[in-house]
């Protein structure tokens, strides 16, 4: 077996290769072009695409002709239309929105409370924990809120989890080591939640329709200026389909107990 780490392997020719087993991380198959093969943004003919799990932001993808995206998002929100509250247009629209990543997610808490405290640290096909998600979005909320919005150049705790393909940057956060307890977890992420809680009570059209100052210090995000409804809309997204991916690891941690 060979390992390819740190390596420039753009242009290669892989032909008459097994890559079955393979583990693929912080590669870039942008642009690839795939034959008898199985991917993402490429071009996939001649394959077969069976019993295949696919998590993914979609968009412009063409199964046999057809555009799939518009119609994997009609059924997601036909299976959840709650969904829909998550793209809002208006102060109100986020307000409501934020009612609904509270409620959702005061019952997943509930839904880890019922597992033993040791399981929650426990990542399920090398997904995150359930701790660790509860980290990472307080992560994301200090820096879509708390850095872009509010413009603390370095609001982090040391508990915030940023994604793990992201480069090390001064200042920012990344102990994979560290076990809190779900109560010290969810200590930092209330005090996160209340933050969006309290700004989206305050939303005005005109802040909503704003752009962000740029923060004078590096960083993630980038010290740039960001449409303040996009800040937004990431960190609903974040709310959500953390929650989702959390509730799925749940379930199956349950069913292995």
Known sequence: MNDFIDKDLSDSQFRDVDLSGASFRSVNLADARFHAANLYRAVIRGTCLIDVQIDAEIENLTINGVDVGPLIEAERDRQDPERILMRP???????????????????????ARALPPEQLHVSVDGEWSFIETLRHLAFATDSWIRRAIHRDPTPWHPLDLPWDEMPDMPGVPRDRSVRPSLDEALELRRDRMASVRAFVDQLTDAELNSTTEPVDAPGWPDPIGYPVRECLLIVLNEEWEHRRFAERDLTILESHA
């Open 89 to 111: 247009s208006d102060p109100a629209g986020f307000g409501t929105a934020w009612d609904v990543v509270e409620r959702r997610w005061d019952e997943t808490v509930e839904h």
